[in-house]
């Protein structure tokens, strides 16, 4: 059973305007979350988190935002630029475990 | 070499061969994790070590046997692979005392299993 999906496998947008990227999980015991992103032939980066305890956090042109009563959280990348495009992994944790549960990835690509 | 290191990059084996890959990470961090990617699946974990015990195995077939003689290597010993195993084979290490959740990733080994 999958914890954590990334329904959209690929998202389309335009330079300057703004990426949304969903994820929703299932396991209301987890309590930390994370975004990374994956260009091709390298190894994912660590990009933004959000501990349960914030709805929002904030990181430049990044924001994450977690709604826990839908179990669901947003990545937001405003402006977006070419060199965003890449694919882009949610994950979550339970603070105190050593245990990342990772979606399936959304490729996002941004057309000049 | 900065960052996690991965060994070799690219691998093609039959199924009664036996290899290794290795993994090397240069951020003092004591904690090592092998995940796999398979395509269009999740990143899967499948051992954590940390301060060089093992602490996680997750569901993982005895055809794969991981090895970390210190907190700076991560090895895993394949023998016997199935076509089924062909993925991208992820390194990851983090600092325990600190955020665990931030994981620092190799670029990954590429296996092929014919």
């Known amino acids: 059973d999958q914890q954590v999906k990334q329904n959209s496998p690929s998202l389309s947008v335009q330079e300057g305007r703004i990426s949304i990227l969903n994820c929703d999980y299932t396991n209301s015991m987890f309590d930390y979350f994370l975004w990374y992103k994956k260009y091709p032939a390298e190894g994912p980066t660590f990009l933004i988190s959000?501990?349960?305890?914030?709805d929002k956090n904030e990181d430049g042109r990044f924001t994450v935002f977690l709604n826990k009563s839908a179990k669901h959280l947003s990545l937001h990348i405003v402006p977006s630029q070419p060199g965003d495009s890449a694919v882009y992994f949610c994950?979550?944790?339970?603070?105190?475990?050593?245990?990342?549960?990772f979606g399936q990835g959304t490729r996002l690509t941004i057309n000049p | 070499e900065t960052g996690v290191t991965q060994t070799p990059r690219h691998l093609v084996m039959g199924m009664t061969n036996k290899k290794s890959l290795k993994c090397e990470q240069h951020?003092?961090?004591?904690?090592m994790y092998w995940y796999k990617q398979s395509a269009k699946k999740p990143l899967e974990l499948m051992f954590v070590?940390?301060?060089?015990?093992?602490?996680e195995n997750n569901s993982v077939p005895s055809r794969f046997s991981p090895e970390c003689p210190n907190s700076s290597h991560l090895f895993l010993h394949l023998h016997t692979l199935q076509p089924e195993d062909s993925a991208l084979y992820l390194c990851?290490?983090?600092?325990?005392?600190?955020?665990?959740?931030?994981?620092?990733f190799g670029p990954g080994t590429r296996l092929t299993v014919t």
């Open positions: 990851a290490s983090s600092q325990v005392a600190r955020s665990v959740h931030e994981q620092y």
């Open positions: 959000i501990s349960s305890i914030k």
């Open positions: 994950a979550a944790t339970i603070q105190g475990a050593q245990k990342l549960v």
């Open positions: 951020l003092g961090h004591n904690a």
């Open positions: 070590y940390s301060l060089e015990e093992r602490v």
